[in-house]
């Protein structure tokens, strides 16, 4: 019989680049980008398991969103982090598809409009990307700015939801 370690990861191949899925048994625990390491979301390193249920679940709704199939994901998530930055990626859930949102928008949202760099700083530490869509926030004047993955997968993932049509980076 096989035991499920606490924390498993799978790596995908995405138009991102390959992606790492990290999942405990609640739920999909990151989406970390090539390279990355554990480091930006504070997880402890994880045993790799390819059949996992969170992490097959979590690669076919990734592969539907990416070949716009899905705008909407429904994976279970074990978000890990403090009061505020759940909030703020809570916020991000309300962001619809296609749509985005300015980083002193969402502070507004959250009810304090000078928290736009503590939204910022929550935005950076956002470990499941992609999913918890931090992608779809943009600068006031509605310019790429800020991700941790890098403005071209900010610009793609954009693209991808607007039929190719790219925001303008910086």
Known sequence: ??????IVY??????????RLIASNRGLMAVL????DYTRTKLPGAVK???DAILVAAQKQLKEYFAKERKVFDIPLDLQGTE???SVWKALLDIPYGTTQTYS???RQLGDSKAVRAVGGALNKNPVAIIVPCHRVVGASGKLVGFAGGLGNKSILLGIENGHK?????
């Open 105 to 107: 928008g969402l502070a």
């Open 10 to 19: 799978k790596d995908i191949s995405s138009p991102v680049g390959l992606i």
């Open 1 to 6: 019989m096989k035991v499920n370690p606490l």
């Open 33 to 36: 980008w090539e390279g990355e």
């Open 49 to 51: 398991d390819e059949e």
């Open 166 to 170: 790219m925001p303008t980076l910086f």
């Open 84 to 86: 505020f930055q759940l």
